[in-house]
């Protein structure tokens, strides 16, 4: 089975910044896509930044300017720099991979999501 854990989050003031991880463990075999979203209160969930195979990153509206987005192939990780924060970023961030995994009837990819980490910006 695969397990996504996010880590880093926590309660900051606005203007400070924040590093977030999210570490991919279990049967993978490949992985060609990774991404950070998150949900507001009252807001639905939406997308960030996300970084291919390749290490090209996107990044959603939300994620524009002060958000980087990076990856350690070999760790399976992928990490998420957030500067020059303000209180609507507050939000629950959540991890999300396409992973590949080894089955009997050959390779199969799917999406994988953490549970997530709050990020709390105070004014």
């Known amino acids: 089975q695969v397990q996504l854990v996010e880590s880093g989050g926590g309660l900051v003031q606005a203007g400070d910044s924040l590093t977030l991880s999210c570490a991919a463990s279990?049967?993978?075999?490949?992985?060609?896509?990774m991404g950070w979203y998150r949900q507001g209160p009252g807001n639905q969930r939406e997308v960030v930044a996300n970084?291919?195979?390749?290490?090209?990153?996107t990044y959603g509206y939300s994620g524009q300017g002060r958000y980087t987005i990076s990856k350690a192939s070999a760790k399976n990780s992928v990490y998420l720099q957030m500067n020059n924060l303000n209180p609507e970023d507050t939000a629950v961030y959540y991890c999300?991979?396409?992973?590949?995994?080894?089955?009997?009837?050959?390779?199969?990819?799917?999406?994988?999501w953490g549970k997530g980490t709050q990020v709390t910006v105070s004014s």
């Open positions: 999300n991979m396409y992973i590949y995994q080894e089955f009997k009837s050959g390779p199969a990819g799917m999406t994988f």
């Open positions: 279990g049967d993978i075999t490949t992985i060609t896509g």
């Open positions: 970084i291919g195979y390749d290490g090209v990153p």
